[in-house]
């Protein structure tokens, strides 16, 4: 599930993602990501930018915190 909104140059994504029952990543019915993720393009030359994201993902099952960051050309 995912809620994706645009609030100036960033595009922000916010998302929750669960299982229903015992399986890879927990081991009963829970959710087992929620985060959000930021998005821009940084100019670099009237030409040329570059896309760059980052993302904070929480596991509460096994309370785990991911942060993520990338770019791409």
């Avoid at 929750?16 to 930021?38: C, D, M, R």
């Amino acid at each position: 599930m995912a809620y994706p909104f645009k609030t100036g140059k960033y595009d922000i994504n916010l998302f929750a993602g669960g299982t229903l029952n015992e399986g890879y990543y927990a081991s009963e019915a829970a959710f087992v990501n929620v985060g959000t993720k930021i998005s821009r393009s940084i100019e670099v030359t009237e030409k040329f930018s570059i896309p760059v994201n980052g993302s904070l993902i929480f596991h509460p099952k096994n309370r785990n915190v991911f942060f993520v960051v990338g770019f791409s050309f």
